[in-house]
């Protein structure tokens, strides 16, 4: 897999032509905390961005599919797989027809506590994207055949299906850490407390589109601010501020693609203060006016509740038949890509 170094497209723009902004709502919640499909694409595509409220894990099981995220690209053959931390910005194409892709979008709660070993599982996607675990070509066998098991499970859906690509995104995530070399100076003091910023992510997703603020977030983990501040932004790769922001704007786009109601509307259903502070924070975030997304968006349609061809076939578990060994969380509505 390759990965390089790239200047931050614009959404209106990009190499190949116009980019398209998608926002889907997942529906996410404590039921059904993760979404997952296989999906054959027969043609190439062109550029399209994207952001939820889930952490992404993408394996191409045939063909090429190009992934950006931040400043890196992913350039994705057979066997090469891209993590996506919640709620981040990223645009992705398929390059090749007839590319097959298996994608799954989750809550933080879907996988718990879960440790890799000696590492917990958000350390993966919490480091920078040019620093992310990659496969190497050793690896991509593995990573292949377990991405074939959980499409076949996907597509067959019979029972237990859940507790077996919960299983198969555990042995997937397992292998990238084995060989992953990344070592941030504060990453061994922040392994142990994964399950202490477990209750804020709960609470963002709880109380959407309500605000949240720092030191509530930081009650409910039962730390101090400036405690909880660091081993947040350790863990999830962005501060605790950003994260809500995010969260609060992926609502908003949603609301924007699918719904009529008013900016001024919209920004007071999601926390912001007026439509001035929704239009800049969207600047900021997309690069683009809400009015001119909307525009876009519906002009795009590119289907159901926004989501996009690549993200057909989809399939939503239901926790209460995953594995026994599953962490307990709190109700997490989120909307999703």
């Not at 709502?25 to 994207?50: K, N, Q, R």
Request: hydrophobic share 40%; with cysteine; proline share 8%.
């Amino acid at each position: 897999m390759g990965q390089m170094s790239l200047p931050r497209p614009s959404v209106d723009a990009g190499p190949d032509g116009p980019v398209e902004l998608y926002t889907p709502d997942y529906h996410l919640t404590h039921d059904t905390p993760v979404w997952a499909a296989a999906h054959l694409h027969t043609i190439a595509g062109p550029w399209a961005m994207s952001m939820h409220a889930g952490v992404e894990v993408g394996l191409v099981l045939s063909g090429r599919e190009e992934v950006e995220i931040g400043d890196t690209l992913v350039d994705g053959r057979p066997g090469d797989v891209w993590l996506c931390s919640v709620s981040e910005l990223h645009r992705y194409r398929v390059v090749a027809p007839n590319t097959r892709n298996l994608v799954l979008v989750f809550l933080p709660s879907f996988l718990g506590e879960e440790m890799l070993g000696s590492l917990p599982w958000t350390a993966l996607v919490a480091a920078p994207p040019a620093d992310r675990p990659r496969s190497s070509a050793e690896m991509r066998p593995k990573l292949l055949q377990i991405g074939r098991e959980m499409a076949a499970e996907i597509s067959r859906q019979t029972d237990g299906w859940q507790s077996i690509v919960r299983f198969d995104l555990l042995r997937l995530l397992f292998y990238l850490s084995r060989e992953w070399q990344y070592d941030s100076p504060n990453a061994a003091a922040a392994m142990s407390n994964l399950g202490r910023i477990m209750p804020a992510l709960e609470l963002v997703h709880e109380r959407m589109p309500g605000q949240v603020i720092r030191q509530e977030a930081a009650r409910a983990c039962g730390l101090g601010p400036s405690r909880f501040t660091m081993l947040f932004r350790e863990l999830m790769g962005v501060s605790f501020t950003t994260f809500r922001r995010r969260t609060r704007l992926v609502l908003a786009a949603n609301l924007l693609a699918t719904g009529e109601l008013a900016v001024e509307q919209i920004a007071e259903r999601t926390g912001f203060s007026d439509a001035s502070h929704l239009h800049h924070a969207f600047v900021r975030e997309y690069g683009c006016t809400p009015g001119h997304y909307r525009r876009q968006a519906r002009a795009s349609s590119p289907g159901p509740s926004g989501s996009d061809a690549r993200h057909k076939g989809a399939r939503r578990a239901d926790p209460r038949k995953a594995s026994a060994r599953r962490q307990p969380a709190r109700p997490a509505p989120a909307t999703g890509r």
